[in-house]
């Protein structure tokens, strides 16, 4: 519990009695069914459950792309559901990191630009905030310069991870969103792109993860296992 | 910021360039055709009134010929007396009246024969209508005076002898410089002769017309006034007809015929609206995906909507320019091929045309790109992720 003891200040995260329900023609679908859990500053969590669960949605919910049916979702203090969609954006730019299974890099980018792009979004003057692109890469592990004209295509699945995790944290936010962030590596790759993970851990980031790979899960500090909407076990 | 926005809206463009090329090509023919019509139609409108225009402003005064006259009914008359001339003077001082007879004869120039319009004037009128190329102009009561088109056609030149109908003859002392069509009389094809002349032979009933020349413009409608209280209270028995007038007439029957093509350039350009709506709608969905990764990583949908009308304007821009440019081109050719002169193609108005085609091409595509636009930024990201 080493991480519980680092953070006095308020909660990151804090659903209480949350509820997502998705209206279809055959019947309510009920992803969450009052869901509580408490993230804190500089936890390391995987969220872990069989397809259908709710994981997903839960870190959709997390990531501000979705809000509430009903209970209520607090991130860094503030009520999501009070929250204006620019206002959702804003503390997506601001505060979250997303890495997705996909990469999801901008096809129309450099791997450079791909990186500085959130930056743009946030800080109209490139130096005036943020970290710099080239140093986030290079934290990364990605070292080789030459690639950071490339095209996101133009390399190979781990090296495209490592820009999306460099886009991930230039803004430096307080917390990473990590969707399979594995799923599409080959198992060596996949350790390498975790080492990176641990490592912003240790540097200070919230990072919840969704996974079904235990050996991938091992690198959390907490494991949250969700079924049918329901958090079934949490060893936080 | 907006930078990034505008390179990634290039790129998505160069991404699909043969579609986006098909989409500007679209615009260029809209733009071409909204130009080309309009300078056709600016051109025509000018070379006609450049015609008209030459004679300054006049009223032309003619009888009233009624269908009542034709069954010999009341007061309607076909000559202008001698007393409304008086009165028509009164009315227009300090303008010059000008009453005239006008009529045609046959006429024999050495061996050559032909029917002639006649206009019979004062002498001391003359200034006010024609000018003389070579000779004088008439001076007394005798001597005639050539159009300058018929005296191309019967070869007159100064001290030609001209025989008339009634077998009396007379020499021409003044070959008249051209002067275009006009609202008034057509010198170029006609003969003057002295008015005193004409009455010792003809002892005409009254005059057949009255022109007044106009010094001031804002006067016409007065001096209108003027006559028609005179004359036409009961009924009309002088019609006028002022020549800015019947020129505006003109050039609002011209004005349309412009709106109209133009109109037909128009259709063009929504045509080439709906092409680049098909195109940015295509790829909306094309990139539903990465519109979901730029949404999830802090993009606004403001932003959103930005790249999109970015890429509509750039389509528009693109091909409002080349279209621009090739309607100098193809104004050139229309103009050499249905007027047969260029002359008018850099006049303001053919440029406006231009500007016009072009303004029309940039706000299509901007239109066209606002649906695609408010499309993609109203894309639910955690779907638009999801899609494949």
């Known amino acids: 519990m080493e991480t519980v003891t680092t953070s006095e200040?308020?909660?990151?995260?804090?659903?209480?009695?949350?509820?997502?329900?998705?209206?279809?023609?055959?019947?309510?679908?009920?992803?969450?069914?009052?869901?509580?859990?408490?993230?804190?500053?500089?936890?390391?969590?995987?969220?872990?459950?069989?397809?259908?669960?709710?994981k997903t949605t839960l870190l959709n919910l997390i990531g501000c792309l979705d809000v509430p049916t009903s209970g209520r979702l607090m991130i860094s203090g503030r009520d999501v559901a009070e929250l204006s969609d620019d206002e959702l954006t804003y503390l997506r730019r601001d505060t979250i990191g997303f890495i997705f299974q996909q990469f999801n890099l901008i096809p129309l980018l450099s791997v450079l630009e791909n990186v500085e792009?959130?930056?743009?979004?946030?800080?109209?003057?490139?130096?005036?905030?943020?970290?710099?692109?080239?140093?986030?890469?290079?934290?990364?592990?990605?070292?080789?310069?030459?690639?950071?004209?490339?095209r996101p295509n133009e390399l190979s699945g781990g090296q495209q991870q490592r820009v999306a995790i460099a886009r991930a944290l230039v803004n430096d936010p307080d917390l990473l969103l990590c969707d399979e962030p594995t799923g599409n590596l080959d198992q060596r790759t996949g350790q390498g792109i975790m080492e990176l993970l641990s490592r912003m851990n240790r540097e200070g980031k919230t990072i919840i993860m969704v996974t079904h790979d235990l050996g991938i899960a091992e690198y959390a500090s907490r494991q949250v296992r969700i079924v049918d909407g329901r958090i079934q076990e949490d060893s936080g | 910021m907006s930078r990034t926005f505008f390179d990634i809206a290039r790129r998505n463009l160069q991404r699909n360039l043969f579609r986006s090329l098909l989409a500007v090509v679209g615009i260029v023919i809209g733009v071409l055709a909204i130009s080309s019509l309009g300078?056709?139609?600016?051109?025509?409108?000018?070379?006609?009134?450049?015609?008209?225009?030459?004679?300054?402003?006049?009223?032309?005064?003619?009888?009233?010929?009624?269908?009542?006259?034709?069954?010999?009914?009341?007061?309607?008359?076909?000559?202008?007396?001698?007393?409304?001339?008086?009165d028509l003077r009164r009315i227009a001082a300090p303008d010059p009246v000008i009453p005239l007879y006008s009529t045609a004869d046959r006429i024999d120039v050495g061996s050559q024969r032909g029917v002639v319009s006649i206009y019979a004037l004062d002498p001391d009128d003359l200034q006010y209508l024609v000018e003389a190329d070579q000779g004088i102009l008439l001076r007394g009561n005798s001597g005639v005076l050539a159009g300058s088109q018929v005296a191309d056609q019967f070869d007159l030149k100064v001290g030609s002898q001209v025989w008339f109908g009634d077998g009396s003859t007379e020499r021409v002392v003044g070959i008249l410089k051209e002067r275009g069509l006009g609202f008034d009389i057509q010198p170029d094809l006609a003969l003057i002769v002295p008015i005193r002349w004409y009455e010792d032979r003809e002892d005409p009933e009254g005059y057949d017309q009255v022109i007044i020349k106009v010094g001031n413009l804002e006067r016409v409608e007065a001096i209108q006034d003027g006559i028609d209280e005179r004359f036409n209270r009961r009924e009309t028995v002088l019609d006028s007809y002022s020549s800015t007038e019947i020129l505006s007439?003109?050039?609002?029957?011209?004005?349309?015929?412009?709106?109209?093509?133009?109109?037909?350039?128009?259709?063009?350009?929504?045509?080439?609206?709906?092409?680049?709506?098909?195109?940015?709608?295509?790829?909306?969905?094309?990139?539903?995906?990465?519109?979901?990764?730029?949404?999830?990583?802090?993009?606004?949908?403001?932003?959103?909507?930005?790249?999109?009308?970015?890429?509509?304007?750039?389509?528009?821009?693109?091909?409002?320019?080349?279209?621009?440019?090739?309607?100098?081109g193809a104004g050139y050719l229309i103009s050499l091929l249905v007027l047969q002169t260029t002359q008018y193609l850099f006049h303001p108005s053919s440029l406006s045309s231009i500007a016009l085609g072009m303004g029309f091409g940039i706000v299509t595509a901007l239109l066209s790109g606002l649906y695609p636009a408010w499309k993609a930024s109203n894309l639910n990201p955690i779907e638009a992720l999801r899609h494949e």
């Open chain 2, 39 to 86: 300078i056709l139609g600016n051109s025509l409108t000018l070379s006609v009134t450049e015609q008209l225009s030459t004679v300054g402003d006049s009223l032309t005064v003619i009888p009233h010929t009624g269908t009542g006259a034709q069954f010999g009914g009341g007061m309607t008359q076909e000559k202008i007396t001698e007393r409304q001339v008086q």
């Open chain 2, 249 to 328: 007439s003109i050039e609002t029957v011209f004005a349309q015929i412009s709106t109209f093509t133009t109109a037909i350039g128009g259709i063009s350009l929504v045509v080439a609206g709906i092409s680049i709506l098909n195109v940015m709608m295509m790829s909306v969905t094309e990139r539903t995906r990465e519109i979901g990764i730029l949404r999830s990583i802090g993009t606004l949908r403001s932003e959103i909507r930005q790249m999109f009308i970015y890429e509509a304007l750039m389509l528009g821009l693109i091909g409002s320019v080349l279209g621009g440019l090739l309607s100098f």
């Open chain 1, 117 to 150: 792009y959130p930056l743009i979004l946030k800080c109209k003057d490139r130096s005036a905030c943020g970290l710099r692109p080239n140093e986030v890469l290079k934290a990364a592990g990605l070292d080789d310069e030459r690639l950071y004209t490339n």
């Open chain 1, 9 to 54: 200040g308020p909660d990151l995260i804090r659903f209480e009695e949350v509820s997502k329900v998705y209206p279809l023609p055959a019947g309510d679908v009920v992803a969450l069914d009052r869901v509580s859990l408490t993230v804190r500053n500089g936890e390391f969590i995987a969220i872990m459950g069989p397809s259908g669960s709710g």
